[in-house]
């Protein structure tokens, strides 16, 4: 699925994602995922009465190398136009997704720079196509989909966030379970499953070396005080707790288990340590 072909790290090491595969890698390699900038019709049984729709996706014509305008007609019918003042995109990706035996779903992302632009998943039913998540808007600080897949009835989502407090790019896990025609998130707690360390060019849940001290606490809202982690500790981030506002990020590691707060986090942009680990970096 996504691609990030223009995403480069801060500190020049360059991530990239391949079609629905994780996209923190061990060396720069750029891996193109299949998107399209020309008008795609596809089949597929989208409404689950064992007929294929017809599928046509069709960009405006292009301005100054960018789309203002997707149609997506079924079965030479139009049901969405995706349009308004600020949109525009370079080209665009799709996938199909099968929950089961009778409903399908479909993924859309309009691709701008740096792989940005809206990723939504919709429900054809009735003649309408309806937008069932917006995963950016639903998970804070999700600013791409690396990879879906479905299994019984649910949706497994691998996101990432370009800068995590205080750690920089992460990939990390959300589930979804399909009930009464929605999508429900099952859990504001995220699994991390990956973050890059440029020193020795290695990805995964690593065990990094914090750069500064801070704030431990108990609970995924940081309201309960434990203790202060220093500088110099080794620890792993495992988790993320990310609801309405807040993105908190939970470690463990060297006797110190615990959430630090996202809204704590203040980079200090006149020193060398802008995270609070060594070898970490966000995304531009």
């Known amino acids: 699925m996504l691609n990030r072909k223009k995403a480069v790290l801060v500190t020049a090491v360059a991530l990239f994602v391949g079609a629905f595969s994780m996209g923190v890698i061990k060396t720069p390699v750029t891996a193109y995922a299949k998107s399209y900038s020309t008008t795609k019709t596809i089949q597929a049984d989208l409404n689950g009465d064992k007929k294929k729709e017809r599928i046509t996706f069709t960009p405006s014509q292009k301005e100054y190398d960018m789309y203002k305008k997707l149609t997506i007609s079924i ?52 003649g309408k196509l309806t937008r069932l998540i917006d995963f ?93 982690v220093p500088a110099g500790t080794k620890l792993k981030v495992t988790k993320t707790y990310r609801k309405g506002i807040y993105v908190n990020m939970y470690v463990t590691g060297s006797g110190y288990s615990g959430w630090y707060c996202g809204d704590e986090f203040e980079p200090d942009f006149n020193s060398d340590s802008l995270y609070y680990f060594e070898g970490v970096s966000g995304v531009a």
């Open 136 to 228: 950016r808007k639903n998970v804070r600080g999700c600013r791409w989909v690396t990879s879906l897949k479905t299994k019984g009835n649910q949706l497994f989502a691998t996101l990432e966030d370009s800068d995590a407090p205080g750690l920089g790019a992460v990939f990390f896990k959300a589930s979804y379970t399909y009930k009464n025609g929605k999508f429900h998130k099952d859990s504001n707690i995220h699994k991390i499953t990956a973050y890059y360390n440029y020193n020795t060019a290695k990805s995964g849940v690593l065990t990094l070396t914090t750069t500064r001290e801070f704030r431990l606490y108990s609970d995924t809202m940081c309201g309960k005080y434990i203790t202060t």
């Open 75 to 126: 079965n030479g019918k139009t049901v969405k136009t995706l349009k308004d003042k600020y949109f525009y995109f370079y080209n665009y990706e799709y996938k199909v997704l099968k929950l089961g035996k009778s409903k399908a779903f479909l993924y859309l992302h309009t691709i701008m720079e740096n792989d940005d632009g809206p990723c939504y998943l919709y429900q054809y039913k009735s």
